[in-house]
């Protein structure tokens, strides 16, 4: 390996991962907290709402309540168990990852203040997340649920925690004092973003890899062709699994890309990734599961390539 391309590669993962790890550190904690002191009850008091109102607030719930992707399955498993009903734990599920605070501040920081793309990977998010709910929302949320949605990946994980998130925040079902409870999230917050740190650094070396060593005419065939450039980076969110809060960093450094490119990336992995695929599969219906997987893909894909077409972003 050539030296200056080594130092060049090294560079750009130290610079991604640097930028993005107070993020991930800042979500982390936040997640462990409200995993810790909020009780499922205070979203279940959403569902006594007309359909729109759900998927509103659902929306909404996902804006003040930080949950990243990698518990936020187990959580709306517990909350459709719980009786919120699926208009609003849908949106939930699918929008939360992006629409908290936490990701939309990294998203900010990483495109160097760009509201355009921030508001960008909303819609493209919230829109799928908002007609899924719509679909899905006059359904009883048991009926959703896999009858034995106790075997599967996201149950293992939740076990040792008393039932928790899934996330490895230590969740109780009770509010500790205030002792343990600091402990809990302390516990949890180092737990996550050591196990989210993982994914971060795989797509920053990912993302360096891209830069450095394909080959340029690669990167410039399909960087230069819409329809390549969307669905290869769609492909690419799946398969990196970065943690919603950390991902904008990686595709700001992919500034090669389209910028619908970039919103087709950033809007599809905190929704669908190699993470989630065998939690929908396990938790869930196999009708819902697909719908959950390929309804988003599917909406990303067109509202991604409509924006390229049209020149709305370029």
């Given at each position: 390996m ?49 359909l ?15 949950t ?14 719980k ?19 936490v990701?939309?501040?990294s ?12 508001a ?10 908002a ?10 949320g ?53 196990d ?40 690419l ?7 919603s ?70």
């Amino acid at each position: 390996m050539d030296q200056s391309a080594f130092a060049i590669f090294s560079a750009i993962v130290t610079s991604i991962v640097l930028e993005a790890a107070p993020f991930l550190l800042l979500g982390s904690l936040l997640s462990s907290i409200l995993a810790v002191y909020l009780s499922d009850d205070a979203l279940g008091r959403l569902g006594r709402k007309h359909l729109s109102a759900q998927i509103g607030l659902g929306l909404v719930a996902g804006l003040i309540l930080p949950t990243c992707e990698c518990g936020v399955v187990p959580v709306t498993r517990r909350l459709l168990k719980k009786g919120v009903p699926a208009g609003a734990a849908i949106p939930f599920m699918l929008a939360a990852p992006v629409v908290n605070p936490v990701s939309l501040a990294s998203t900010w920081v990483a495109f160097q203040g760009d509201w355009q793309m921030v508001a960008g990977r909303v819609a493209l998010v919230v829109l799928p997340a908002a007609a899924l709910g719509w679909a899905l929302g006059n359904s009883k949320g048991l009926d959703l649920l896999r009858p034995a949605a106790g075997n599967g990946l996201v149950m293992a994980h939740e076990a040792p925690h008393d039932a928790g998130c899934g996330c490895g925040c230590g969740h109780k079902g009770k509010r500790p004092g205030l002792a343990q409870g600091v402990l809990d999230v302390l516990r949890g917050t180092g737990r996550e973003f050591l196990d989210m740190s993982l994914f971060l650094i795989v797509g920053a070396c990912a993302a360096g890899l891209f830069k450095v060593f394909l080959p340029q005419e690669w990167l410039t065939l399909v960087s230069a062709n819409l329809w390549l450039a969307v669905p290869a980076m769609m492909l690419l969110a799946v398969l990196m699994s970065i943690c919603s809060e950390a991902d904008a960093f990686v595709a700001a450094s992919l500034s090669m890309f389209p910028r619908p490119a970039l919103l087709a990336f950033l809007a599809l992995g905190p929704m669908l990734d190699l993470k989630l695929l065998p939690a929908f599969l396990s938790v869930f219906q196999r009708r819902v599961a697909l719908a959950v997987i390929l309804v988003p893909a599917a909406t990303v894909y067109v509202l991604a390539m409509s924006l390229g077409l049209t020149g709305v972003f370029k």
